[in-house]
Structure formats: structure tokens, C-alpha cells
Nanobody, 123 residues
């Protein structure tokens, strides 16, 4: 398995921006599809975005499309999530995940997970 460590979370006002980073170690990063998921208090974990091995394809949930951008730097073993125009409903713990199958929106297709980073958006 690959080990994942997220960073970049914090408290921001509505309309602000944050960039999350996730550094991978332990396996060849470029072999993995990468994804971001989030979980708000009392809610199930939900898909946010995913990106293919070389970064040519990506998926977004409808709730973040047009505001969030996923990218990856395989030379740095890092995947990013740029979050703009943040809303209070974006408040959640954000998790980075790695999968060895095709690009997916399903949590079950991702076998490695980070510990999460808290994002809080105030109104």
C-alpha cells in the first residue's frame, strides 16, 4: 500500500480559498489514481474529485464543479486540491485516497487513505 499524508486544511471565511496537498510514499505514485473525499459531521463520506495516473482525466462532484481543481505532480509524489469560492457547506474533513484501478468516483475503488485534514468555512 501507499502511505498518504494530507496538509493545507484550516479555517477560512466564505468566498475564500485553500489548497490541500497530499504526499504519497511507499509505492510508485504515478501508478495510482488519486482522489479526494470529504466527510462532514453526521454525514457519510462523499466523493469530491479524482484524477487519472497522468492527470489527463478528472472527475468532480456536482457540488464542487467549477470551484475546485484537482492536479498532481508525479515528480513530487503529490496531489493537490485547489478550493476556491468556499462555502460553509464545504466544511468537512478532507481525505486523500489512492487506487490502482481506473479513475473512479467510488470510495470502494480506493485502497489507501490518509488521516484527513479539517477544512472549516465560516459564514
Amino acid at each position: 500500500q501507499v502511505q498518504l499524508v494530507e496538509s493545507g486544511g484550516g479555517l477560512v471565511q466564505a468566498g475564500g480559498s485553500l489548497r490541500l496537498s497530499c504526499v504519497a510514499s511507499g509505492r510508485t505514485f504515478s501508478n495510482y489514481v488519486m482522489g479526494w473525499f470529504r466527510q462532514a459531521p453526521g454525514k457519510e463520506r462523499e466523493f469530491v474529485s479524482s484524477i487519472s495516473w497522468a492527470g489527463a482525466r478528472n472527475y468532480y462532484s456536482d457540488s464542487v464543479k467549477g470551484r475546485f481543481t484537482i492536479s498532481r505532480d508525479n515528480a513530487k509524489n503529490t496531489v493537490y486540491l485547489q478550493m476556491n469560492s468556499l462555502k460553509p457547506e464545504d466544511t468537512a474533513v478532507y481525505y486523500c485516497a489512492a487506487g490502482s484501478s481506473l479513475i473512479s468516483r467510488r470510495a470502494a475503488d480506493f485502497g489507501s487513505w490518509g488521516q484527513g485534514t479539517q477544512v472549516s468555512v465560516s459564514s
